[in-house]
């Protein structure tokens, strides 16, 4: 799941939610909202949600992560603050947007540690611009709030 970061001189912040279906983006949005997470159901097309954080006003497009939707992600890259990976690093409009990597699902014994999916996705080499990779459950919350602030803390270092 991938956060892409774009900062604008008011204090508000575009980030745009992407992912494998599945993935637990609509729950992560959902529970930074402080919303019941009881009923969510696969999204077919997005929703979009504003938080307030460190002085930010957060506004993030969960955008849904089924294949078919996927060709139409680039409609939203436009004025986005924080990012998916590969063909998305190397998306002009994207250029040096800082990524944030959700290493979700975090509660399931069967899931892959942050390390081991940093290592998969090699992170390591991406060099043109600030990256973290954050393990979290949207279902209990734990790691949401960590991956929020370091999206603050990117575009206040941005911004200087």
Known sequence: ??????????????????????????????QLASEDISHITP??????KSVQS????LNV???GGQRKIRPYWR?????????????LLDEEKLSGVPVLIFANKQDLLTAAPASEIAEGLNLHTIRDRMWQIQ???????????EGMNWVCKSVNSKKK
């Open 1 to 30: 799941m991938f956060l892409t970061l774009k900062s604008t001189p008011d204090q508000e912040v575009r980030i745009l939610l992407l992912g494998l279906d599945n993935g637990g983006k609509t729950t992560l949005l959902k």
């Open 135 to 145: 393990s979290c459950s949207a279902l209990t919350g734990e790691g949401i709030q």
């Open 54 to 57: 460190q002085g930010f006003k």
């Open 75 to 87: 409609n939203y890259f436009e004025n986005t603050d924080v990012l998916e990976l590969a063909e």
């Open 43 to 48: 999204t077919q097309g997005f929703n979009i």
């Open 61 to 63: 497009w969960d955008i």
